[in-house]
Protein backbone atom coordinates (compact mmCIF):
# COMPACT_ATOMS: atom_id res chain seq x y z
CA UNK A 1 0.00 0.00 0.00
CA UNK A 2 1.58 3.13 -1.17
CA UNK A 3 1.27 5.50 1.72
CA UNK A 4 2.67 8.72 2.94
CA UNK A 5 2.65 9.49 6.69
CA UNK A 6 3.64 12.80 8.48
CA UNK A 7 4.83 13.39 11.85
CA UNK A 8 6.39 15.84 14.08
CA UNK A 9 3.62 18.60 14.30
CA UNK A 10 2.49 20.44 17.78
CA UNK A 11 2.09 23.52 19.44
CA UNK A 12 5.14 25.21 19.81
CA UNK A 13 5.91 29.35 21.83
CA UNK A 14 7.51 31.52 19.18
CA UNK A 15 10.70 31.25 18.35
CA UNK A 16 10.91 27.40 19.10
CA UNK A 17 11.53 24.69 16.48
CA UNK A 18 9.85 21.69 15.09
CA UNK A 19 11.03 18.86 13.40
CA UNK A 20 8.63 17.29 10.77
CA UNK A 21 8.75 14.12 9.26
CA UNK A 22 7.19 12.41 5.70
CA UNK A 23 7.52 8.72 6.06
CA UNK A 24 7.08 6.70 2.76
CA UNK A 25 5.76 2.87 2.69
CA UNK A 26 4.79 0.88 -0.79
CA UNK A 27 7.46 2.63 -2.91
CA UNK A 28 11.16 4.44 -2.83
CA UNK A 29 10.59 7.82 -2.03
CA UNK A 30 14.38 8.57 -3.09
CA UNK A 31 12.96 8.67 -6.84
CA UNK A 32 10.53 10.88 -6.27
CA UNK A 33 10.77 14.89 -5.51
CA UNK A 34 9.08 15.41 -2.40
CA UNK A 35 7.31 18.58 -1.19
CA UNK A 36 5.98 20.10 2.11
CA UNK A 37 2.76 22.07 1.77
CA UNK A 38 0.72 23.73 4.26
CA UNK A 39 -3.00 24.80 4.81
CA UNK A 40 -4.08 27.60 7.55
CA UNK A 41 -7.57 28.77 7.98
CA UNK A 42 -8.82 31.36 5.27
CA UNK A 43 -5.15 31.09 3.53
CA UNK A 44 -3.84 29.60 0.68
CA UNK A 45 -2.65 26.42 -0.02
CA UNK A 46 1.15 27.37 -0.18
CA UNK A 47 4.14 25.09 -1.45
CA UNK A 48 6.54 25.51 1.90
CA UNK A 49 9.98 23.47 0.44
CA UNK A 50 10.49 20.97 -2.12
CA UNK A 51 13.53 19.07 -2.66
CA UNK A 52 14.74 17.02 -5.57
CA UNK A 53 14.88 13.29 -6.15
CA UNK A 54 18.32 13.10 -7.77
CA UNK A 55 20.67 15.80 -7.06
CA UNK A 56 18.81 17.00 -3.79
CA UNK A 57 18.04 20.87 -4.98
CA UNK A 58 15.93 22.51 -2.65
CA UNK A 59 13.72 25.35 -2.91
CA UNK A 60 12.33 27.04 0.39
CA UNK A 61 9.40 29.71 -0.12
CA UNK A 62 10.09 33.21 0.60
CA UNK A 63 7.94 33.35 3.58
CA UNK A 64 10.17 30.21 5.07
CA UNK A 65 13.43 30.81 4.07
CA UNK A 66 16.07 30.96 6.37
CA UNK A 67 14.03 29.52 9.24
CA UNK A 68 13.03 25.72 7.58
CA UNK A 69 15.47 23.26 5.78
CA UNK A 70 14.32 20.33 4.25
CA UNK A 71 16.55 17.33 3.68
CA UNK A 72 15.83 13.46 2.88
CA UNK A 73 17.46 10.03 4.27
CA UNK A 74 16.57 7.57 1.71
CA UNK A 75 17.84 4.52 3.69
CA UNK A 76 15.09 5.47 6.08
CA UNK A 77 12.87 6.64 3.10
CA UNK A 78 12.00 9.54 5.24
CA UNK A 79 12.23 13.50 4.09
CA UNK A 80 12.26 15.85 6.78
CA UNK A 81 11.17 19.42 7.59
CA UNK A 82 13.47 21.28 10.20
CA UNK A 83 11.58 24.80 11.36
CA UNK A 84 13.25 26.98 13.57
CA UNK A 85 12.26 30.63 14.54
CA UNK A 86 8.82 29.87 14.35
CA UNK A 87 6.08 32.71 13.80
CA UNK A 88 2.23 32.71 15.03
CA UNK A 89 1.84 33.11 10.78
CA UNK A 90 3.71 29.24 10.96
CA UNK A 91 0.26 27.83 12.38
CA UNK A 92 -1.17 25.34 9.91
CA UNK A 93 -1.72 22.07 8.59
CA UNK A 94 1.21 21.06 6.79
CA UNK A 95 1.48 18.09 4.47
CA UNK A 96 4.10 16.57 2.60
CA UNK A 97 3.45 14.93 -1.10
CA UNK A 98 5.94 13.01 -3.66
CA UNK A 99 6.25 13.50 -7.21
CA UNK A 100 7.56 11.55 -9.83
CA UNK A 101 8.87 14.33 -11.56
CA UNK A 102 10.70 17.54 -10.78
CA UNK A 103 9.67 19.94 -7.93
CA UNK A 104 6.34 21.77 -8.70
CA UNK A 105 3.66 23.92 -7.79
CA UNK A 106 1.00 21.59 -7.58
CA UNK A 107 1.85 17.95 -9.59
CA UNK A 108 1.82 15.38 -6.83
CA UNK A 109 1.26 11.60 -7.34
CA UNK A 110 1.13 10.85 -3.46
CA UNK A 111 -0.06 13.53 -0.55
CA UNK A 112 0.43 12.61 3.20
CA UNK A 113 -2.88 13.02 5.57
CA UNK A 114 -0.96 16.06 7.30
CA UNK A 115 -0.27 17.10 10.75
CA UNK A 116 -1.04 20.28 12.62
CA UNK A 117 1.35 22.77 13.56
CA UNK A 118 0.63 25.29 16.16
CA UNK A 119 2.89 28.35 17.00
CA UNK A 120 1.32 30.54 19.99
CA UNK A 121 2.41 31.08 23.75
Known amino acids: QVQLVESGGGQVQPGGSLRLSCAAS????????VGWFRQAPGKEHERVSCISSSDGITYHAESVKGRFTISRDNAKNTVYLQMNSLKPEDTAVYYC??????????????WGQGTQVTVSS
Open 97 to 110: AASSGVCSPHRYDY
Open 26 to 33: GFALDYYA
